[in-house]
């Protein structure tokens, strides 16, 4: 089944620990993000890849870190979370530029 | 710089009205993307449509349709006879540019009640 499969669902944890949210696809698509959901601000960009290697800010990357060694994968870091990261984050995927995004199923984050 | 504006934060049908929810975008390239995306109850977010700035054809599917103007740059989506399981948030995004990022508007809930 086609899919992006984020790690973990959810996660409560404290000022400054780092952590990891793993995004991983299954369809071969070059281009991958990540987004942050926010009331009343819809989705916003943190980073984006267009391919291995390839990565760049999107309007709010303070605060985050990307990788891209392989294809399929696509974590993003939190080195030092701080409360106002709290928010739903989700990962996506598409075949190339302008494609329709699948999206993975969300991560719900808490930061205290 | 790319905006898209979805100017109702929330809108309370009845089963079976029609409901068009609205969105505008403002973007400088002549070269760029469209999409709808549906968010329901349970979080994830589901394609409905894309549409290219070349291709003003109005789309129906099923319940659904679209209504691209590009002169007055909106991109309005229309259900025809609500239900229940429509009941969800709506996003509009934009894509344009070398990075082909996706612009999203601030989405509009739609409550569908019996």
């Known amino acids: 089944e086609a899919q992006v499969t984020q790690n973990p669902r959810y996660l409560i944890t404290v000022t400054g620990k780092k952590l990891t949210v793993t995004c991983s696809q299954n369809m071969n698509h070059e281009y991958m993000s990540w987004y942050r959901q926010d009331p009343g601000l819809g989705l916003r960009q943190i980073y984006y890849s267009m391919n291995v290697e390839v990565t760049d800010k999107g309007d709010v990357p303070e605060g985050y870190k990307v990788s891209r060694k392989e294809k399929r994968n696509f974590p993003l870091i939190l080195e030092s979370p701080s409360p106002n990261q709290t928010s739903l984050y989700f990962c996506a995927s598409s075949f190339v530029k302008f494609t329709e995004a699948f999206f993975g199923q969300g991560t719900r984050l808490t930061v205290v | 710089a790319q905006k898209v504006t979805q100017a109702q934060t929330e809108i309370s049908v009845v089963e079976k009205e029609d409901v068009t929810l609205d969105c505008v975008y403002e973007t400088r390239d002549t070269t760029y993307y469209l999409f709808w995306y549906k968010q329901p109850p349970s979080g994830e977010l589901v394609f409905l449509i894309r549409r290219n700035s070349f291709d003003e054809q109005n789309e129906i599917s099923g319940r659904y349709s679209w209504n691209f103007q590009k002169s007055t740059s909106s991109f309005n989506f229309t259900i025809t006879a609500s239900q229940v399981v429509d009941s969800a948030v709506y996003f509009c995004?934009?894509?344009?540019?070398?990075?082909?990022?996706?612009?999203f508007g601030t989405g509009t809930r739609l409550q569908v009640t019996l």
């Open positions: 995004a934009l894509s344009t540019g070398t990075a082909s990022k996706l612009t």
